[in-house]
């Protein structure tokens, strides 16, 4: 248990690098501010600290020069947090809706609902599913080794099922609490989701919040944190809710304004599956398009972990194919294969419905709300943004579909439920983050009644 020791630190220097150098603190309401330095610590000190192992603990054999590090940094970033403390504004009483200790309160209960599952989840399985022990957690085994079986992490001679060509974010960084821990504890990689889905739901609210308000925010959050198969992958511990929660926060502080953050968590998402380098490309290209004034600064804060990617992939993974390298022979005859397209598309409907829990489906949510308050025009463009990046995401997907030489019948049925949980919550914030904020109309009614009252007294 230890390990989980390792994890919690992780999250807190990430925290204390947000909060010293970005300027979120000073967001409004306060704690929307606070949930956003925590989503974004969370992902991004996992991120760092992924990174720093694998610089000194994998690539230079010194495990415990990564640790001297994190620890010499969150000791100076400590002391920078403290002596350079500064007020973060409250939210207006004016402003705040009744409703809002209500909805508060019913996302609070969603979670702790959630946990619980999850927690019988974990006993039942602390193994995780397939993928979590057959790819993430034996990559982290060999990582964590002291014997110098790094290399097997990537070796050709794992396998194909293995994955040996995908980055190692999730790996290194439960590799890195079992190397600092001296122990392999099933509950390392548990906690790992587990701290992963709850920044997502922060990221959600806090940034759903400063985008749209507080009323919006809360529920943006509810409806991912019941969402039924964004729950059922947490305690699989597979890559895909974390690279589910760099997805969603690449795009929210791109839509906030906060470029390098956006590109930093953009390039993360590279470091954790392949499918994130595929983001990284296509939300690089959006930005370049949709919001060129930021394309810079966006790639900047993207660069140093897509540097890590590439050095992987060209360096040490180059041995290694790809789904998409092993599907290139005989692609042209599947590319002309109608009855291909049929195949996938009917599996991408069946698992839009599958989404559903009996008469329950996540979408509802963002249904109703977009029809009681409309999507706002002046946020067309984010919403462009947004929407442009993930249905060329999700085109992404389906074509690997159709040109892969697998059997595209088991692909699809072995895989889809996840690339959706991906870019689900991504999609769902994004259409949250486009209605009309109800603080806003609920001002306009009272400026207008307030009218009404003084022409009555006059």
Not at 49 to 62: K, R
Not at 112 to 124: E, N, P, Q, R, S
Not at 285 to 291: G, K, S
Request: aromatic fraction near 10%; glycine fraction near 8%; proline fraction near 5%.
């Amino acid at each position: 248990m230890t390990g989980l020791i390792w994890v919690l630190e992780a999250v807190l220097l990430g925290c204390l690098l947000v909060y010293r150098w970005t300027d979120l603190r000073t967001v409004q309401p306060a704690w929307a501010a606070w949930l956003l330095i925590f989503g974004a610590g969370a992902a991004g000190g996992i991120g760092v600290t992924s990174c720093l192992f694998f610089v000194c603990g994998v690539l230079l054999g010194s495990p415990l020069a990564a640790l001297v590090l994190e620890l010499a940094a969150m000791a100076w970033l400590g002391y920078e947090c403290l002596r350079r403390r500064a007020p973060v504004a409250q939210t207006s009483a004016e402003t705040r809706p009744v409703a809002l200790p209500w909805i508060a309160g019913g996302l609070l209960l969603a979670l702790g609902i959630a946990t619980a599952a999850m927690a019988i989840a974990w006993d039942l399985n602390a193994q995780g599913n397939w993928d979590a022990w057959a790819i993430w957690n034996l990559r982290a085994r060999f990582l964590a080794s002291p014997a110098g079986l790094a290399e097997r992490a990537w070796s050709p001679v794992l396998g194909s099922f293995t994955h040996a060509e995908y980055p190692l974010l999730i790996s290194a960084f439960v590799g890195r609490a079992w190397a600092f821990s001296h122990s392999v504890s099933t509950a390392v990689p548990a906690a790992t989701s587990y701290v992963f889905f709850l920044a997502l739901i922060a990221l959600a609210a806090g940034g759903v919040t400063v985008l749209r308000g507080p009323t919006l925010g809360l529920l943006a959050a509810l409806s991912l944190a019941s969402a039924p198969p964004l729950l059922r992958e947490v305690p699989a511990q597979y890559a895909d809710v974390p690279l589910a929660a760099y997805i969603a926060g690449a795009i929210l502080f791109a839509l906030l304004d906060r470029p390098i953050l956006a590109g930093i968590l953009a390039g993360f998402a590279a470091w954790t599956k392949d499918e994130g380098l595929l983001f990284l490309l296509l939300f690089l290209a959006a930005t370049a398009i949709f919001r060129r004034r930021t394309a810079l600064a966006t790639c900047a804060g993207a660069l140093p972990a897509a540097a890590f990617v590439a050095a992987f992939k060209l360096l040490l993974a180059r041995g290694n194919g790809s789904l998409l390298s092993s599907s290139l022979p005989g692609a042209s005859h599947r590319i002309f294969d109608v009855s291909r397209y049929g195949t996938a598309l009917a599996a991408f409907g069946r698992e839009f419905i599958g989404m559903a829990s009996g008469w329950y489906h996540p979408i509802l949510p963002l249904a109703i709300l977009a029809v009681a308050l409309r999507f706002e025009r002046e946020r067309r463009r984010d919403m462009a943004f947004s929407f442009a990046i993930l249905a060329a995401l999700l085109l992404g997907y389906f074509g690997i579909y159709i040109l892969t030489a697998n059997d595209i019948v088991w692909q699809l049925q072995t895989s889809l439920s996840r690339l959706l949980v991906q870019v689900w919550p991504a999609l769902i914030l994004a259409g949250f983050a486009g209605l009309h904020a109800p603080e806003a109309a609920a001002i306009v009614t009272r400026v207008a009644e307030s009218r009404v009252r003084r022409k009555a007294r006059a």
